[in-house]
């Protein structure tokens, strides 16, 4: 029976010098020499089941797509659709001969197209298009479907317009023409043409609907039908010109809530809207018209909007300069003092922010006007702009703080804004002492100054989201979840249909129905009811020989379970953002010893001592701009750590007789255990004992060089004495822990020992040195020749949430810091009831984060039934060498924005090691060629560093793609072939699946309601659920839902070379395909859960999200440790893709550019990485 103290005779070293014993890390890591830790990825856990209700294998479900048939009326007609180019140009009525100056008796209509392509692109982003085409469609009395650009679609071409005649129109330049105002809104003259560009056959459209064919020219135009018919309808609003999403008319709102719902917030300024959002999708069966229903919140124009339709002339406005019943006035929701400016620089960004966020009116009354003209003066929906003319003291602002200082000539006369308004209109400022602010387009184009008790809010979307707005809306969600989401959008659909059917302002005399009718379709109303089967969840196994982990609605239990695989954690650094530094403690402990308990291995000369060794290796930020010195703080917390870690600055290794170990590299890709040995003279050098192999041990073995008292010159390895045993033990395998030291043995156990001391082998004589045999020594490797992996990671903890002080930490460790970060909010963690539930999590993520070639730390592995995998594989990725990708597209705000395309791989064949890469690129929703290639370059070479073979086959999920790119998906397969064609010397087989995650709307319930055990209505599908919609497409529920209405992801199989079995291997089926797309979703290595998207999608979306908010940090330039990195932007016109792709460009301590002549496309490679591995 096994003793804790060991006989001498029975010791087996794990490091002998010779070529016996094995290495360390072959079944770990792939090289090294014999040994290892033991048998692959372990067993079992130890985790409890949520419950034991056998899960159904089917399960009914209703979806919110209604089939699209022929209409019952029309049908004899079977004339084809014409599809026409539309021009709106602008254009005048001229008064007078431009050549004579003299005046034209009948004014003359002439319009103009716009030299400036911009102008056009601007100008069909604005509602005046639609404003357009709906004005035209009621006086004409034609039936138009129009795509809000340059395409316009009509039932048959003898119903349709006379091509090439150019049509009149007058619009109102600022609002609807039902707009309570619009009287008193100036009118603006558009000219509209159309011109055919083809026919669309009537048979065509017969095939579509009948499930015999499916068509992208047919599915645009009736996409455009229905948007378009219920756009035009009278009464409904379009919140945006080019969104999908219609909502009602005003007058309607308030029966298509229910009461539970709270529709305006507190400050009784924005609504919240009711809609629909409908898409013709094609799917096994035919098209359907798949219906979302839609809220969204509105500035409100007016405090009684829903009465809008009464025409009130007396109806209060909101006005961004409010004075409340209790005396408090405030400017645009913050509070201020109106009888002095404001000064305080804070209360200014903030009301100019608010100001931005919203569309506004300016209204006053002139007291001095002429004769017979309306003396209300109203400008409509303008926006907040700064003043650009070059003649104006207000150039470069849009709010004057204090109006007095700006002043300007009238009438030979300097006046201020308040005194012209007095004496050219007589009125007087209630407010003289507010900001002025420049209104744009009220002159001739031009902005023009006001005061700020004249601006009103307009209608129109809200772009704020405050935290009522956001408890309102998920207040909605909750309310209709489930079957009573569908039952909502039915009855939604109902409404629709004969929505603008009668009314003093029908314009038209058709309801939605009606105009359906015109196109000879129609939707069937009846809620479509259908089988969907039920997917199992897979085994969880952990480590050790216990029971897999039951999984229960799509999570499972952590509790008292040791992780498979766990990281080793070898250092780390703190640093506190708030100012509470008990709480940070209390959290960082908390999280070190529940990693312990699931197995991370943790240096316990921080936590044995904590009270005192914490601080050490903490930083507590005391400065105002924690965004702005993020950077810097944690640069100084990393070098106060290596003040107690390296240098050992308690004495802590010295008075225990024990070292600092850790990961250190050169510039190859190869990484090595490592001892750090404290200085030993006043020079202040770090030595390194280093890890060898049998190709460096000549090199890398020894760690001093000695000379004797007789003057011999030794290379010599620093070794220990334990009382157990002759043998000496190597420093990698000595440990001091729970106030004992421990040495491991050959078989990877650690045993407890009695130091006895230290000494030196001389391999060349097989001597060895006592310290009273030497003279002098010196490190035969130092620290400064190696870059040294440190710290393992940095736990920071923060005030809030935000997203600014998170992505400016997550520079350091995404783009040149190379070290791991986990960001930890501090309200979250206080309000925790079970903080080691919470803790577990973090620990999940910490084990994750670690993972390196060397040390595979996995936190659990899958298995499912009757699964080809293999132990821990995922259903066909385990059954041959297959890499994995997924990549997902972020993009910025704006028209000349950047898009990141960022992507995760697979290195296992369990999916738990994902290794990413990230580029970026013009803004587009295709992947350019030269990043293409890059990724899969990068992700062929990860995939041979860690397995020492390439793939032989490809999987592809490619996110963020819509129906409308399909075809641009082959240019995008071209560059995969061609890269790992490149890479590999041999084409492989490619499958490309597209994942449709966003904006998808589509949704599957359970038709029939079942309760929980609680009583609570389950409102959602089972995790696994799982509906096929084509030969090559089915739409998963992955994730488990608790709460409102679970979206489901599509996947749709554009390219499978897979398909066909290849020797022993089965052939990837779209059977195979869901098996294991769904166990893929239960190994998302950061929470014990499914997830909806694959964890590779998730985590490039991250990751990209990340970058995105980075960018203007990186263009700016980041500096770490005297080095520097920057992000280039070429300018897009100087040359081909290659060269206008932005990169990162590097520059030492020196300021030179590092590799000059090499562009890092790759902006997450980390250049500066300490932790190459990770």
Known sequence: QEKETLQMSRWNSKRPYGDGGGGRYQQRGGGGYGGGYGGGYGGGGGSRSFGSDPQPTELQVLTNQNKLVLSSAGTSDRSDYMQCEVTIKNAFWKKVDEATGEEIPPRVFTSHERDDPEKTKKFLKTPLPWRVMKKWASEYKIEVAYDGAAKAYFPSEAAGPELGREYQVKVKRDCEED??????????????????????????????????????????????????????????????????????????????????????????????????????????????????????????????????????????????????????????????????????????????????????????????????????????????CIDREDDSKGKGQNIIWIPNEYTFKHNDQDMTVASFFESAHGVVLKYPNMP?????????????????????????????????????????????????????????????????????????????????????????????????????????????????????????????????????????????????????????????????????????????????????????????????????????????????????????????????????????????????????????????????????????????????????????RLMVKISQ???????????????????????????????V??????????????????????????????????????????????????NRIKVMTNHFGGIQSQCAVQPTFERQRNKDQYASNIATKLNAKLSTIYDKAVSWTSESDGSSGGEGGLPWVGEAPTLVIGVGMVHGMGYSSKSVVTAYFCLDNGCMRLSNSCFVQGKSDIISEGVMKDIIKVSIEHYIIENNHGPERILFYRDGMSDGHFPRANDEIASIRAAAKEQLQSPIPIT???????????????????????????????????????????YLIAQGGMKGTSKPVKYIIHLNENLNPTGRHSGLTMQNLISCTNQMSWNYPSASKAVRELPMIKYSKKLGN?????????????????????????????????????????????GAVIDPEHRQHNIVDMPFRNHLAA
């Open 757 to 806: 001391g230290m000494c030196f082998l001389c391999p060349q004589d097989e001597s060895v040195l006592n310290e009273s045999d030497i003279q002098s020594m010196e490190f035969v490797h130092l620290v400064r020749d190696w870059e040294i992996d440190f710290p393992s990671i940095v736990l920071t903890y923060k005030p809030d949430d935000g997203k600014a002080l998170y």
């Open 436 to 716: 002025i602010v420049h209104i744009d387009n009220v002159y001739k184009r031009r902005g023009g100054w006001f005061p700020i008790e004249f601006v009103f809010q307009a209608f129109g979307k809200s772009k704020e989201n405050n935290e009522d707005m956001v408890n309102n809306i998920l207040k909605y969600h909750d309310v209709y979840a489930g079957k009573d989401y569908v039952n909502e959008v039915g009855r939604k659909l109902e409404r629709l249909a004969m929505t603008g059917a009668s009314g003093a302002n029908n314009q038209s005399g058709a309801c939605f129905k009606d105009r359906l009718a015109k196109w000879r379709i129609q939707i069937d109303m009846e809620a479509r009811e259908e089988t969907a089967k039920v997917l199992k969840a897979p085994r969880i196994k952990f480590k050790g020989n216990g029971p897999p982990a039951r999984a229960t609605n799509g999570s499972f239990n952590l509790n008292r379970v040791q992780f498979s695989m766990p990281a080793k954690v070898t250092s780390f650094v703190v640093v506190n953002f708030t100012d509470n530094q008990h709480s940070c403690k209390k959290y960082v402990q908390n999280i070190l010893r529940v990693a312990e308990t699931h197995g991370v291995d943790i240096p316990r000369e921080v936590t044995e001592i904590s009270e005192r060794n914490l601080d050490l290796v903490t930083e507590h930020y005391r400065g105002r701009d924690d965004v702005g010195d993020a950077l810097d703080t944690v640069a100084t917390a990393i070098q106060r750590a290596k003040e107690f870690y390296l240098y050992d600055s308690q004495n802590f290794y010295r008075k225990n007789n024990s070292f600092f170990q850790t990961y250190c590299f050169k510039e190859e890709r190869e990484e090595f255990e490592c001892v750090v040995l404290p200085p030993t003279h006043k020079d202040g050098k770090l030595g390194l004992l280093l890890d060898y192999k049998h190709y460096n041990k000549d090199t890398q073995y020894f760690s001093h060089r000695i000379t004797t008292r007789d003057n011999k010159v030794h290379n010599a």
């Open 179 to 384: 707009d309570p105002d619009a009287d008193k809104v100036k009118d603006r003259w558009f000219a509209v043409i159309f011109e055919k560009t083809i026919s669309i056959p009537y048979d065509g459209i017969i095939s579509v609907l009948n499930g015999a064919e499916t068509s992208e020219e047919i599915s645009t135009m009736l996409n455009v039908v229905l948007k378009s018919g219920a756009v035009l309808t009278d009464g409904m609003i379009s919140m945006e010109p080019n969104s999908s999403a219609v909502f009602f008319p005003l007058y309607m709102q308030r029966d298509l809530f229910d009461r539970k719902v709270p529709q305006e917030t507190r400050d009784n300024t924005k609504i919240l809207l009711s809609g629909l959002r409908m898409t013709v999708v094609f799917r096994k069966g035919g098209a359907f018209v798949q219906s979302e229903s839609v809220v969204q919140y509105a500035n409100k124009d007016y405090l009684e909007m829903f009465q809008r339709e009464q025409r009130h002339n007396n109806m209060p406005r909101v006005p961004l300069l409010y004075a409340g019943e209790r005396g408090g006035v405030t400017i645009a929701g913050i509070t201020i003092d109106p009888n002095r400016p404001i000064t305080e620089p804070h209360k200014r960004a903030t009301i100019e922010e608010a100001i931005k966020k919203r569309k506004i009116c300016v209204a006053y009354e002139k007291k001095i006007h002429k004769p017979g003209k309306d003396p209300l003066q109203i400008y409509k929906g303008r926006s907040l």
């Open 725 to 755: 045993t002759e043998s000496l033990i190597d420093p990698l395998d000595f440990r001091f822990r729970d106030g004992r030291h421990e040495a491991c043995r050959g078989d990877n156990t650690w045993k407890p020992v009695t130091f």
């Open 992 to 1034: 490309f699946v597209i994942c449709q995650s966003q904006q998808l709307g589509f949704r599957m319930v359970p038709s029939v309601q079942t309760f929980n055990n609680r009583g609570t209505p389950n409102t959602n599908c089972l995790s696994g659920t799982m509906l096929e919609c084509g030969p090559s497409s089915f």
């Open 1106 to 1150: 990340q970058v995105l908010g980075s960018l203007m940090c990186l263009e700016a330039g980041c500096h770490w440790f005297g080095k520097s990195i920057k992000l280039v932007c070429p300018p897009e016109d100087t040359g081909n893709e290659e060269e206008t792709r932005p990169y990162l460009e590097l520059r030492n301590a020196e």
